[in-house]
């Protein structure tokens, strides 16, 4: 990759959103240069890239965003143009086991990067241009009752690790925009779903324990409420605000796909009826319903999420494309293509 020519810097971009991005963008700007570092975690997986290792304008440095020799290394080699910051510890139930990861990599690797980006955009007189996006969740939010939604001045009231230090780097974020004016804008968006998801999120678990006939586990009543989006419509939504967004505004970002726990499993296994009925005729089960088992509920488990994304779609124009029924019936069916690629 040419140093000296303007890239793009993704963070954590061999994770689920992160690996789907990158994918979108080097498709819709084959010209660009995109540089992504990531610890390769037991989130991250190079083999979420194989597309973008054959685009000429892409490569990819294994390391650590809390590393701050390393972050202003790439800074002072490469003419960073922007910042797309995915990288995060994501799993609510590992922040309950243990929060120090996620303060680390979640508050401290923010900060490391804005540090170094305002550093490097500082000496170069393009402080106020550059832009740092920085990706962040609804769930900073907190919980909500059976009604109403989360807008933009909501105030934060994160309700378990995770959350709490997704809430901290948001808040990082915005005092280095209001503070050293940098060009700063977070997006917060509801539950992804789609290909590449790491199988200890609710819907690959669903259908990984389908597959191998194995109880799917529902927390509690499987009562609570996510907002689901496609993953795709989410990184059309970033395409957007990082082009377009307005300087320190957030934009939350959602699906208009309100679903109980318990409805996506029982959907999921509606599909994996149909697609593979061998399965089933070969054990005892008549329906993949059947596995569904009802466990003790996680800690401090939100009881319901649910976005308005109005201000985007106002200003920019932004609406998901696909249902999600659809989106659903291709997720299903590339985790069972995976699965046949390890079991065949
Ligand atoms: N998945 C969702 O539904 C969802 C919803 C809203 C917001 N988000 C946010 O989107 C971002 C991406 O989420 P995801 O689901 O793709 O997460 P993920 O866990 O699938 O991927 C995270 C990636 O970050 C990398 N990483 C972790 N620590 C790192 C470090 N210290 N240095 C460099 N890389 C590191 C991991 O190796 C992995 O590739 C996160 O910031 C998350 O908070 C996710």
Redo the contacts with the bound molecule.
Sequence with gaps: MNKQKPTLLV??????????FITYFLEKYPDELLLN?????????TA?LDEAEKHQGYDFIN?????ETLINRIFTDFDISGVI???????VDRSIQDAK?FV???VI?TTVLMQAARNAWEKQDVLTERRFHH?????VYGSLGATGKFHELTPYDPRNP?SAS?AGANLLVKSFGSTFGMNVVIS??????GP???KE?LIPTIIANALALQPIPIYGDGQHIRDW?Y?ED?CRALDLIYHHGNRLETYN?GGGNERTNITIATEICDILDQLKPEIKAHSSIHSFKELILFTTDRQGHDRRYAVDDTKLRQSLGWQPVVSFKSGLKQTVAWYVNQWEKVIL
């Design positions: 963070t954590g971009g061999a994770g689920f959103i992160g690996s789907n570092i990531d610890k390769l975690t037991y989130a991250g997986s979420n390391g650590d965003i809390t590393d910051h995915f990288a995060a510890e994501s799993h990861q680390e990599t979640n690797g990706i962040s969740t609804d769930e995770y997704k917060s968006c509801s539950n992804n779903y590449r998801q790491h999120k989006l993953v989410h970002i």
